[in-house]
């Protein structure tokens, strides 16, 4: 089974920036949409970014022009750069793989995926 080890949470300023990263501990690239999403208090959680084999991405309205998703295949790496931080960020972030053979990974629905990192803490103070 594929592990997901996140890293790279903090607390920094609003309009500060952090980059997440995930650790895969096999290749997924090739038939895995991966994702991030993020939970904060009281909330459920949300999608935040997606990116599929060919790396096509797509991004929660809430975090366009502001978080970038990436992958590094030769290192099993997913990356979130997160730049503009607000307030509203605050969250703990998760990294997730969906096991996928359509190459369409615009999802957002956190159920359907299947592999799930353990969360890293984003703290963003006004």
Known sequence: QVQLVESGGG???AGGSLRLSCAA???TSSSYCMGWFRQAPGKEREGVATIN???STSYAD???G???ISKANAENTLYLQMDSLKPEDTAVYYCAAMRNSDGYCARFR???YQLWGQGTQVT???
């Open 66 to 68: 502001r978080f970038t």
């Open 11 to 13: 607390s920094v300023q």
């Open 124 to 126: 963003v103070s006004s």
């Open 110 to 112: 956190s159920s359907e």
């Open 25 to 27: 501990s096999e290749y």
């Open 62 to 64: 809430s975090v366009k």
């Open 53 to 55: 084999s060919g790396g």
